[in-house]
C-alpha cells in the first residue's frame, strides 16, 4: 500500500490505548473467510464475527468509549461541524436552483409549488452533501449509518425494503 493511501486509511484520531478500571477492552474472534481451507478462526473472548457493518463504525466507537475524554470531545466536535457545513453548504445551493427553477417565495408564504420543491430539492441534496463532507474528514461510515437511519424512516416499509440489503435492514432493527 502506499504511503498517501495508507494516510487515507488511517483514521484522524487514534482511539485511547489501555482501558479504564471499569471498562475492559473488548475483544472479538476474527474469522478470516478467503482461505482455500476453509475459514480459520482466530482465538479471541467472542464466540462470532462481527458483522461488517458494525466494523465501519469501530472507530467511532473506540474513540467515545471514554466519555469526557480528550478523545471524546474531538470526536463530538467534529460531528458538530461535519453537520453545520453540511447545511449551510446546502442551503448555499438549494437557493440558486430554486431561482433556475423560476420558483420564488418562502416556505412560511411562498406558494405550495416552492415549499414542495424546496423539501424535494433539499432532503437528497443534504444527504449528498453529508456523505461528500464526512468523507473529507474521514466519518464517512458514522454518517452513512445516519443516513440509513434517517432514510429508513422517511421511505415507507414496503419500498425500503425493496431497495435496501439484508444485512442493512438487520442493523436497522437492532439500532
Known amino acids: ?104 417565495g418562502s416556505l412560511g408564504q411562498g406558494p405550495w409549488s416552492f415549499r414542495i420543491a424546496y423539501v424535494v430539492l433539499t432532503l437528497p441534496l443534504y444527504s449528498c452533501m453529508l456523505l461528500l463532507i464526512s468523507s473529507i474528514v474521514c466519518r464517512r461510515p458514522y454518517f452513512e449509518n445516519l443516513l440509513i437511519r434517517m432514510w429508513s424512516r422517511l421511505i415507507p416499509s414496503c419500498i425500503w425494503n425493496k431497495c435496501v440489503p439484508e444485512d442493512a435492514r438487520t442493523e436497522q432493527d437492532q439500532a
Open 1 to 104: 500500500m502506499s504511503q498517501a493511501t495508507r494516510q487515507e486509511a488511517e483514521p484522524l484520531l487514534q482511539p485511547q490505548q489501555g482501558h479504564d478500571v471499569n471498562h475492559a477492552a473488548p475483544t472479538a474472534t476474527i474469522v478470516n473467510i478467503h482461505d482455500q481451507d476453509g475459514p480459520r478462526v482466530t482465538p479471541g473472548t467472542a464466540t462470532h464475527a462481527p458483522k461488517p457493518r458494525d466494523e465501519r463504525l469501530q472507530h467511532h466507537r473506540a474513540m467515545v468509549r471514554y466519555r469526557f475524554s480528550a478523545n471524546w470531545w474531538i470526536e463530538w466536535i467534529i460531528i458538530f461541524i461535519v453537520f453545520s457545513v453540511t447545511g449551510s453548504s446546502t442551503m448555499l445551493v438549494v437557493k440558486p436552483l430554486m431561482k433556475a427553477l423560476g420558483l420564488t
